[in-house]
């Protein structure tokens, strides 16, 4: 929770030094960083730079969710529409995770966005904004997880439908292994929290060697296409008359593989060295994920065969076709789609660990209700147990409106995306805001330099851009069943949470800039462990 502002330097000292627990106090610059944000160290420091940029890439699963994601950009702009949106979308995440990684070097807190907004708008808005964007950041989590479990459990249906053809997969299914999927996650959030590191560093070694061993099958066993029809034929399967506003619509294929770079700086009160090892962990995440991501596109554009039976595939998914055409085995097609499925299991798991700690910070600052239930680290846990209970059961509870229409949880769970480019739009224009008027800016391990606006300019322009598209429809005349019904969901959440500010919010919530102490305090502090961290050296 807050620490008091009037508690002494020495009784923070004093509480520090008592703690033999190096994972659980960090380096100097974490505990000054706390100190500075007015923060107490509640959760074990657990994640290094290896196990967090582990984390990060596989959350992300860009390769891995390009191809689930694919018939978005395949029936809107085609195989040149997918390629060319999917690189313009990792050029523009690169700018913008590299403006995040600046504002996480700077506030390495929990918080995330809303912390940003809160430090670094103009003070007369910054409580109603990061209290927006704290409801947008929560929600939009919660959801990620719901939809990429939801994605999980139908792509185990597809894997049944694969194998047995004759399998006619009901919607009660998908939810039931949806939910499992999710209690899988909570499984290794709570009983195997500390393990969690370990974990990660691990799966990211089967990220990594999945994709090449996929990339090099496809390669070896597919028939190619054309070169220059591959790269340069757009098509315009919605109907918009216009292989440009096709392409453009199609975007959300690229979109979604490669959002939630800022789901590191939601762990970042369990990472040692945060300040140093977020920026680096967001960036390296950025380039590595979208370079796979583009190779793995590519290819799998050159492979394709047949775009009318590889989108009207049995599976449900166009990558389980292209497998099986590939292998013309329906046992190498599983064991290919076995590591897609895996991959977007452990996604879930990470995604539940980054909304639970999202929710325990915005409840820490008395923002949502029953935030002292929320915000509760019960003793011997070192996790927020109460969170992470309540990420699963939002899940579960999302995935029974798939019994009903599985068009509605996708406009549900599609919230996730506008609602994280809503933070970062706010978050960056912030950064711009103070850039512009020449405001300070704080110390950081990570910094733009003069590079900055420019930087920040060009990232809230691509966010504004893909922001609007996030709304648009697959076709131009959707029927009720074909409508992205995003825009009505966004702005329900957004009344919601604006009533609840001005009816309950406003007089309980205060925003975490009013517990941050000054630099000048920070700076003393920042020295002081730096000299007893020698000491101990020593």
């Not at 107490?40 to 596989?58: A, D, H, K, P, V």
């Not at 020449?438 to 900055?452: A, D, E, Y």
Request: glycine share 8%; with cysteine; hydrophobic share 50%.
């Amino acid at each position: 929770m807050s620490i008091d502002d009037k508690e002494t330097p020495e009784v923070v000292g004093s509480a520090i030094e008592s703690n033999d627990d190096v994972d659980k106090k960090g380096t100097a610059a974490d505990r000054a960083d706390m100190y500075r944000m007015g923060k107490t160290q509640e959760m074990r420091r657990n994640f290094r730079f290896l196990s967090i940029f582990g984390f990060s890439m596989i959350l992300m699963a860009s390769w891995e969710f390009s191809l689930s994601v694919s018939t978005i950009g395949l029936v809107n702009g085609g195989t040149a529409g997918l390629i060319w949106m999917f690189f313009i979308c990792w050029i523009g995440f690169l700018l913008v995770n590299t403006s995040m990684a600046e504002m996480a070097s700077m506030a390495p807190t929990t918080g995330g966005q809303y912390h940003w907004v809160s430090e670094f708008a103009p003070p007369q808005y910054q409580k109603f904004i990061s209290y927006l964007m704290g409801w947008m950041c929560v929600l939009g989590w919660q959801t990620s997880c719901a939809s990429s479990a939801f994605i999980a459990g139908t792509q185990i249906q597809g894997l049944v439908v694969l194998n047995y053809p004759d399998y006619n997969p009901q919607p009660w299914h998908g939810t039931l292994i949806t939910i499992a999927v999710a209690a899988f996650s909570v499984l290794f959030n709570t009983v195997l929290a500390r393990k969690l590191p370990i974990i990660e560093a691990l799966i990211l070694v089967i990220h990594v060697f999945a994709f090449f061993a996929i990339l090099v099958t496809l390669w070896v066993l597919s028939p190619r296409a054309d070169a220059k029809a591959v790269f340069t034929e757009f098509s315009d399967g919605g109907g918009w008359n216009s292989l440009g506003g096709s392409a453009l619509v199609g975007i959300l294929a690229g979109i979604l593989p490669l959002l939630g770079a800022d789901a590191a700086v939601h762990m970042s009160e369990e990472l040692r060295d945060a300040g140093r090892s977020l920026p680096q962990s967001m960036i390296l995440t950025t380039v590595f994920n979208g370079a796979f991501g583009w190779i793995m596109v590519i290819t799998f554009c050159f492979c394709l065969g047949d775009l009318g039976e590889v989108i009207e595939s049995p599976t449900g998914y166009p990558f389980m076709q292209v497998f099986y055409n590939s292998t013309q085995s329906t046992s190498s097609a599983t064991a290919m789609s076995v590591f897609i499925v895996a991959m977007t299991v452990f996604s879930n798991l990470t995604m539940v660990a980054t909304s639970s700690r999202q929710l325990y910070a915005f409840a820490r600052d008395q923002a949502v209700p029953f935030s002292s239930w929320f915000s509760k680290i019960r003793a011997g846990w070192d996790v927020p147990l109460n969170a992470i209970i309540t990420t699963f059961l939002v899940s579960a509870l999302l995935s029974l409106i798939n019994i009903g229409s599985a068009v509605a949880l996708n406009s549900i769970t599609s919230l996730a995306t506008v609602s994280l480019l809503s933070s970062y739009i706010v978050s960056t224009g912030c950064m711009i805001w103070r850039r512009w008027t020449k405001n300070t800016l704080l110390p950081s391990k990570f910094s733009l330099g003069r590079w900055g606006l420019a930087v920040n300019i060009a990232s809230e322009a691509f966010l504004v851009l893909i922001f609007v598209l996030s709304f648009m429809p697959g076709n131009p005349n959707p029927t009720a069943a074909q409508m992205n019904w995003n825009i009505v969901i966004y702005g329900g959440v957004t009344i919601f949470s604006l009533a609840y500010y001005f009816f309950r919010g406003n007089r309980r919530y205060d925003g975490p800039v009013t517990y941050v102490r000054t630099l000048d305090q920070y700076e003393a502090r920042d020295h002081e462990y730096d000299a007893r961290d020698q000491y101990e050296a020593r």
